[in-house]
């Protein structure tokens, strides 16, 4: 959590672990995740449903993690994203601050689920098309699908404490 919702979303699965754990493993854990974002997402942005979520999930795995090791990005995936991108009309309106005037973008959809979804599209295409692009990865440890944002450029695991310690006990082991 804490990366791009893009890949927040794309990161729900947890294979490293055992059990593997499914953050959207049914209807209550879908919604405890949209909770979870709900200070990221825009007013008034509502909780997608599972299906929706899953759906929109595998189009951003896809597509994350085949840019991130290099691969041309599938056509379905491309098309799922931009299809749930453009179900939100994004405009900006004047509103007034202090003795002047700012703006704020307004988000608009006929199902505000919707809203939630797109954003989250939006954030991917933002990310992939933005400076730190190129700084998608996938974590080094076998087995782990988690991806992030490497802003130090040597960052190669997910999460220090998980994937990166089990690699140096590993690594310790095999020295042995
Ligand atoms: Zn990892």
Redesign the pocket.
């Known amino acids: 959590m804490g990366e791009p919702l893009a890949i927040d979303l794309a990161n729900t699965v947890k294979l ?1 672990v055992d059990p593997q754990l499914d953050l959207l493993g049914d209807d209550t854990r879908n919604a405890a995740f949209w909770s979870l974002e709900r200070h990221r997402l825009p007013e008034p942005a509502g909780v997608p449903s599972l299906s929706e979520s899953l759906a929109l999930r595998s189009a951003l795995q896809s597509l994350l993690s085949g840019i991130a090791s290099g691969a041309a990005p599938e056509a379905w995936a491309l098309e799922r994203v931009n299809e749930v991108a453009q179900r939100t009309r994004v405009t900006t309106e004047l509103v007034p601050a202090e003795s002047s005037v700012t703006t704020k973008p307004r988000w608009q959809a006929s199902d505000v689920a919707d809203i939630a979804l797109s954003a989250v599209a939006l954030s991917a295409i933002d990310f992939l098309t933005g400076p730190n692009a190129g700084r998608l990865r996938v ?1 080094a ?1 076998p087995h ?1 699908s ?1 991806m992030f944002v490497a802003m130090n450029a040597k960052r190669r ?3 220090a404490n ?2 990166g310690n089990r690699e140096r006990v590993a690594r310790h082991s095999r020295q042995q």
Do not use: I, R, V
């Open positions: 490293a974590c440890a782990c988690m695991w997910c999460t998980g994937c």
